[in-house]
Structures are given as C-alpha cells and as structure tokens.
C-alpha cells in the first residue's frame, strides 16, 4: 500500500513540474517541429488529442460500470472486474502522460525540455514495464488456477502480484536515465541509444509468448472439459466428479474466458509499438509511426472497454438460462472436494 502512495505522490509531482514548465518556452530545443513538417505535426497533435479522448471516455465508462457492480453487490471483486480495473487505472497513466505532452506540443510546437523528459520518460517507462508485467502474471495465474488446479493467493488488493512487479520495473527504468531525453515529438529514449529499444522488442515478444502459451493451454483445458460434459449430457449418464480431470465449474469457465479476452488487448496495444523500436534502433522515426504508436497505446483503453461491454452482454444473457442437471450435480459433488472448494472460492 505505501509503495502505491509513494507512486502517486511521485506521479502527481512530475504532472505538476510539467504543467509549470508549460508555461515557458522549452529550453531543449529551439527547433520548430511545425514549420520542420506541418503535416507530420498535425497528424500526431490530432491522432493525440482524438484517442486521449477516446480512451478517457473508454477508462471513466470501465469504472463507472465496476463502481455500480461493486455497489451493487456489496462485495469483493471478482477477478473478471479487477483485470479491467487494474488495466485501466494503468492506461489513466498513459493517458495521462500523453496529454501532457501533447498539449505543450501543441502549445509550443517542441517537446518538453530535456530536463523534465527524463523524469517524465523515466516514469512512463515503469509504467509500461509495469503493465507489461501485470497482463504476463495474470496470465500465468489463470494458467495455473485452470490447467494446474494450483489457486494463487495475491493478498489483499493483491499486493503479493503487484509488489514485485513494481520493484522490477522500477530497477529496470533506473538503469536507464541517462538514455532518456526528448524523441521528437515526445520524452522517450534518445534516437541514438539501443539498449531500451532492443530491451522493449525483447519484453514484448517475451510476454507474448507467455500469454499466447497460457492463452492456449488454458483454451484447450476448457474445451476439453466442455466436450466432457456435452458427452456426458448425451449419454444421460450422471457423472460422478472424480472421472473429470480438471472439474470446474461454469462460473470458473465463464471467468477465466473474460481474463483471457482482456490478455488479447495487450497483443492489439503492443505489438505495434514494434515499429517504432525499429525506427529508433535504425534511424528517425518517421510521424505515421508515432501516430500508429499513439492509436495502439490508447486502443487498450478503448478496447477494454470494448471488451467489458460484450461480457457484460454476455453474463446476462448467460445468467437467465437455468443449469443443466448435469451442472447441478457436479457443483453439489464440488463442495464435497477439497480442491474444488478452494477453485470455486478463488473466484
């Protein structure tokens, strides 16, 4: 919890230091980015003030929605709510970060100062680190609660995932500074460095693979179990629970199909940030990258959003069919079992 405080006290701060500094002109860079490239200029000042937009309107609607479903049932929330939750308090950052430098780049057609972009890079680079780590742990996590029947026990808040994950990422920005400066058009890694660029192409493919591998592990266990009980179903045999290997429950299915949606965002926010690490690793990057940038960054927020909508549809829909007999029956046979009370209470 204090390591939380301590992130938003320092988050708070370089928003203030940057909104100050928005009121003199930049001392980094005397270079007038309008003038350099109109077009290029205006294409990444608009697609900046557009998807800020949106992905705010995406992030207040995500809460606004999990507010009335927590004060609705007066209860902890599931891990269906906290993932969008979570990935949209983390996206407020982003967005955060990017409005502020849209608007002095619109204000003063030139990037914060050097000075103030390596506070400001510094941090935005923890976040990105963070939120890369958060989609890799949940990810793991559902693996193990669906293929290897093992229930994580986060803590309160669950502050056992994200505790460390803050550390690592913190470390790992640090190590960094003194390649962050001013990237054009934003606070980022200098173009002349290599070492963040290869690192954020190395983390990315390296949470893919781990997402895309629990991804399709979990998927194949799930369809193996559904296939189990429409066999089951047909025969009008009723099953005793210890001839199911992975017995889970509909609920414990209907929740882990949402975590694995919300996984799939990252691959959609992500991936193009690819390009840009090229451009930085080869040469300048060109303004359509920073645009693609922009769109990809921000369409976590809008497709989170996307996402919460159809589950949501889903869950009604899927909330006013009875259960089936067979159904009935393994969840009575569930509560007898040791292991699959703590599934059903982990959920």
Not at 58 to 71: A, D, L
Not at 186 to 191: D, I, L, S, V, Y
Not at 255 to 274: A, N, R, S
Not at 276 to 283: A, F, H, N, P, T
Request: proline share 4%.
């Amino acid at each position: 919890m204090l390591s939380k405080y301590f992130l938003g006290i320092v988050l708070l701060n370089l928003i203030f230091e940057n909104l100050v500094n928005a009121d003199y002109p930049p001392e980094s860079s005397s270079k007038d980015l309008y003038e350099d490239d109109p077009v290029g200029f205006l294409s990444v000042v608009i697609f900046g003030f557009v998807f800020n937009f949106l992905a705010l309107a995406g992030i207040f609607f995500v809460f606004n929605r999990i507010y009335y479903r927590w004060t609705y049932k007066h209860k902890s929330l599931s891990m269906a709510l906290r993932v969008p939750f979570y990935l949209g308090v983390l996206d407020l950052v982003f967005v955060l970060f990017m409005t502020v430098s849209m608007m002095h780049l619109a204000i003063y057609h030139t990037p914060l100062s050097d000075h103030v972009c390596k506070s400001n890079a510094a941090i935005s680079v923890a976040f990105t680190i963070f939120h890369r780590l958060v989609i890799a742990g949940i990810s793991i996590i559902t693996y193990l609660r669906v293929c290897r029947q093992i229930v994580c026990n986060t803590g309160r808040y669950d502050w056992k995932l994200f505790l460390p994950i803050a550390i690592i990422s913190t470390i790992l920005s640090l190590l960094s500074i003194p390649t962050y400066g001013t990237n054009i058009y934003w606070c980022a890694a200098k173009p002349d460095t290599a070492m963040v660029p290869i690192f954020s192409i190395l983390m990315t493919f390296l949470v893919l693979f781990i997402c895309l591998f629990c991804y399709i592990q979990t998927i194949r266990v799930i369809r193996d179990i559904k296939n189990k009980q429409l066999s089951i179903e047909n025969r009008g045999v009723v099953a005793r629970i210890s001839t199911l290997k992975s017995p889970i429950d509909e609920v414990e299915i209907k929740v882990t199909t949402k975590v694995l949606g919300y996984i799939l965002v990252y691959m959609v926010q992500w991936l193009p940030d690819i390009p840009y690490d090229i451009y930085s690793l080869v040469g300048r990057a060109e303004p359509w990258v920073y645009c693609l940038v922009i769109v990809a960054v921000h369409m976590g927020s809008i497709g989170n959003a996307i996402f919460y909508v159809i589950n949501e549809g889903t869950s009604r829909y899927g909330s006013s069919n009875s259960s089936s007999s067979y159904e009935q029956v393994t969840l009575k046979d569930m509560n007898n079992s040791k292991n699959d009370a703590k599934i059903s209470t982990a959920v």
